[in-house]
């Protein structure tokens, strides 16, 4: 499982500074794999009878600011430029009446929010003489006030603290659980050599797997710190291996001589072993284990033998809801081709069609948003289980780069320098 961190949606022209090695999984932010339906909304939308017009609330912010919602507040987050300092704005919800803004550092670009006990957790990073790094902020989430900062990357745990993960390329590594409100810490590592990884879900994360260099694998618990289990994962000859996680299970991943090896998570005994399988990464795709394979393919394996039940090289990744697997198309261009799946045979179930997709929370809503070809947005909700799509909203002078979040939408306004907040009817 990747962070637990919120990242904020981006409302930009210009390309995100570190485009992700790997696809985002379906529970930690809204999904910017783009986390539009072209064919079949199209007729739908036209034939509906239009809504009448309704007037956008406006918000002062600059062009390529984030925005996210949290509650009755819309954080809009502007980032430092040659001329102006960044910020962290606060408007309250319905209406966009302003309620507190805080600046921040000149040296950071920051890139996500994580809002939790009464603070939000504003992550970035920033270049320092040793390289760049991570570090987190804290400000009170009624006032703005300024709380804490730490190094690192922010992560709720399951027991309401933070896991705090800084270092990794060129720096030293280290972990620190803290508390939210005082930054007080729980426990911490420093010194870490090699990768480390993080399971959770909606609830937050509750292990973190060290992958040491040249030395064992560790497990610990989160919460704690403590050691579960601790195992040389290495191949015979010594050479190094790529870690995943996924469910229960620990992936060993010998890159050199194309060899999987299944661990239990908690206690590193091996589950099972499969060979000639060059595994770019792992998705929990609920009953079944699928890897995305160096020759772009997609499998699904029996978690309990490694087996695989099915595969294809039409799907790019995949994510399980409601019992069934959301699959996108590979190769189709900008806009994502949405897919649902038998999960257990890969049987295709329906075509979802095209959209810029979105999360709304941990197992929350997925919303997708599309340009309508006369002006406009339309915005639908993806049913999984039902394999339909239901339309929430059309917004006939909704304009700019729009994103979904919970209950509104939020387009940029680049002429006037402002962006433009439309509260959804469904």
């Given amino acids: ?65 984030d925005v996210m919602l949290d509650g009755d507040l819309l954080l809009v987050m502007e980032q430092t430029n040659p001329t102006r300092q960044g910020r962290l704005a606060a408007y309250r919800l319905p209406g966009g009446e302003p309620v507190w803004q805080a600046p ?59 896991l705090l993960r800084s270092g990794g390329e060129t720096l030293p590594s280290s972990l620190r659980a803290v508390d939210p409100c005082c930054g007080t810490v729980r426990w911490q590592l420093s010194g870490i050599s090699g990768d480390m990884f993080v399971r959770g879900d909606e609830l937050g994360v509750d292990r973190v797997v060290l992958n ?43 890159r050199g001589s194309g060899t999987v090896t299944a661990y239990g998570l908690d206690q590193l005994e091996p589950r099972w072993t499969r060979a000639r399988l060059h595994v770019d990464f792992a998705l929990d795709c609920g009953p079944v284990l699928c890897v995305r394979t160096g020759n772009n393919e997609l499998q699904a394996l029996d978690p309990a033998s490694g087996e695989v039940r099915w595969r294809s090289s039409q799907w790019g990744w995949a994510w399980p809801a409601d019992g069934r697997l959301m699959a996108n198309l590979s190769g189709v261009g900008p806009l994502e081709q949405y897919i649902v799946l038998d999960a257990l045979t890969g049987q295709q179930l329906a075509d979802l069609g095209r959209w810029e997709l979105y999360q709304l929370g941990a197992g929350g809503r997925l919303v997708g948003i599309r340009r309508i070809p006369n002006g406009g947005v339309l915005v639908g909700e993806l049913d999984i289980a039902a394999g339909k799509v239901r339309t929430v909203d059309v917004l006939p002078d909704a304009t700019g780069e729009c994103q979904a979040i919970t209950g509104y939408l939020v387009c940029s306004d680049t002429p006037a320098g402002s962006y433009q907040l439309w509260k959804l009817t469904g």
């Fill in 1 to 65: 499982m990747t962070d637990s961190v919120i990242d904020l949606g981006e409302l930009r022209h210009d390309p995100d500074p570190e485009p992700q090695a790997r696809p985002p999984r379906a529970h930690g932010r809204p999904l910017r794999c783009a986390l539009v339906v072209v064919l079949a909304l199209v007729t739908l939308a036209a034939s509906a009878v239009a809504p009448p017009r309704r007037a956008p609330v406006t918000l002062p912010a600059r062009p390529g600011s």
């Fill in 212 to 254: 040491q260099l040249n030395g064992p694998a560790e497990v610990r618990d989160a919460i704690t710190g403590a050691v579960l289990a601790r195992a040389d994962l290495r191949p015979p000859d010594g050479g190094p291996i790529s870690v995943d996680l996924t469910k229960d299970l620990l992936l060993a991943i010998d």
């Fill in 104 to 162: 921040l550092s000149a040296e950071a670009r920051y890139w996500g929010i994580t809002p939790l006990a009464g603070m939000l957790l504003a992550t970035g990073y920033e270049i320092g003489p040793e390289g760049r790094d991570t570090l987190t902020i804290a400000l009170d989430r009624a006032t703005g006030a300024y709380r804490w900062q730490q190094p690192g990357t922010a992560s709720p745990l399951t027991d309401g603290n933070v």
